[in-house]
């Protein structure tokens, strides 16, 4: 069963989608004037594979669970929530983009029951870390070879796979891509093995070359938002403990050198970085938003003007003009009591029970990453409605906390042992 549960976690970040309406999978060879080539219901391979983990997760784990008295009265009350955001919902959205919408809710439940299952947790997410660096060192090859062979332009190189398209890859894909290579950065810089660093740092290095390619903003927007989570706890400890911690100068340095990366072999340049630019993008979307709420009834600003879906390529937005406040406040009300629920127990294996319950630096400055990161990239393409998305941010999480958990017992484990030999 470790195999499989290996297996399992292989499929889960490789970016296949199966489309629903037409059966068959989203599988096209690279042209240079088309990209999606079809449209449907794209669910991703690694939904299924997620899909049998939980079941597989629960079986093992989902009794002791519910016999929680906390969990089971947290489990009741959001399932009580969602069902009311449901049925509110059900009046103005379309149900697959209401749908879509509680996916990440579901996917939260899945993360709590999951994590319960030692076995299932450790050796799925050793495939998913296997998969997902080697698919991206791959990516980098892909690319790296097919200019060789005379292919120029960037973005085509970077929504190809071998010559194969990349279904997402200008959204859920390179969100996804941008937030594993940030937290490895993170990761790198923990205190650990260097055979272990010099693999994350190949890693790295390969994820950034490829996302320089697609040339996406957001991407530079996690490198900025990254920084700043260093500069911001670097100058916290230094004004509570006088002291500078040397990983944080690594990780400046090497965030330094991944943007000078993203700069050099990127399209950024070619497409403007300028606030005129982006204003030009999004200023349409955004006029017409202000124009719908200064017009608006009190019951249309409460309860949303409903219809269709998309458009203003932000989430909030996008709520706000569909569901309403109410609508917004109801949703928002149950992801952030779903995150603080299942937070605080990932919070507390994270840190081990070592140190007297102090709070590393490292997941400090991913947790601040992580949340800065979430909120932007869904003002701007509105991820959280992808399941592609969803579902690899939440391993990705997992992956990070594991990791960096680990990371912790054997630097307390050999500082441990340097004091009994002294």
Wanted: charged share 10%.
């Amino acid at each position: 069963m470790k195999i499989f549960y290996f297996f399992l976690g292989t499929i889960i970040p490789l970016p296949i989608f199966y489309n629903l309406l037409t059966n068959e999978f989203f599988v096209q060879k690279t042209t240079l004037n088309q990209y999606i080539f079809y449209f449907g219901v794209p669910i991703p391979l690694g939904l299924l594979a997620v899909t049998i983990l939980g079941l597989l997760a629960f079986i093992c784990s989902g009794a002791s669970v519910w016999r929680q008295a906390e969990a089971k009265q947290g489990l009741v009350f959001a399932g009580a929530f969602g069902v009311l955001f449901f049925t509110f919902g059900l009046y103005h959205i379309e149900l697959l983009r209401l749908l879509s919408l509680i996916f990440p809710w579901a996917a939260i439940v899945f993360i709590y029951i999951y994590f319960q299952s030692h076995t299932i947790y450790t050796y799925s997410m050793k495939g998913f870390m296997f998969a997902f660096s080697t698919f991206a060192v791959a990516h980098a090859v892909s690319i790296v070879l097919f200019e060789r062979l005379g292919v120029e332009n960037q973005l085509l190189l970077f929504t190809s796979f071998f010559g194969y398209t990349l279904y997402q890859a200008l959204i859920s894909y390179s969100a996804v891509l941008s937030f594993f290579g940030c937290s490895l950065i993170v990761l790198v810089c923990e205190p650990g093995k260097t055979n272990q660093r010099l693999l994350y740092l190949l890693v790295i290095v390969s994820i950034f070359f490829v996302l320089a390619y697609g040339g996406r903003k957001t991407v530079l927007a996690d490198i900025v938002i990254l920084f700043g989570a260093y500069f911001l706890h670097t100058m916290l400890a230094v004004l509570s403990r006088f002291k500078l911690n040397k990983s944080a100068l690594r990780a400046l340095f090497l965030l330094i050198g991944m943007f000078v990366l993203l700069l050099y072999f990127g399209a950024f340049l070619d497409r403007g970085l300028s606030y005129e630019n982006a204003i030009r993008q999004r200023g349409g979307a955004y006029s017409i938003f202000w124009i719908l709420i200064t017009e608006s009834t009190l019951l249309q600003l409460l309860f949303g003007h409903g219809g269709g879906w998309g458009g203003f390529s932000n989430l909030f937005v996008e709520m706000i003009v569909r569901l309403g406040l109410i609508g917004i406040l109801l949703y928002m009300a149950l992801f952030l009591f779903l995150i603080r629920f299942i937070g605080l127990r990932l919070l507390r294996y994270a840190m081990a029970d070592i140190d007297n319950g102090h709070v590393d630096f490292h997941l400090k400055v991913w947790f601040t990453f992580a949340v800065l990161s979430f909120i932007f990239s869904n003002m701007i393409n509105m991820n959280i409605q992808l399941p592609y998305y969803v579902i690899n941010i939440c391993f990705l999480s997992l992956l990070f906390i594991g990791k960096s958990r680990d990371m912790r017992i054997k630097k307390y484990a050999l500082i441990n042992h340097a004091s009994r030999v002294q």
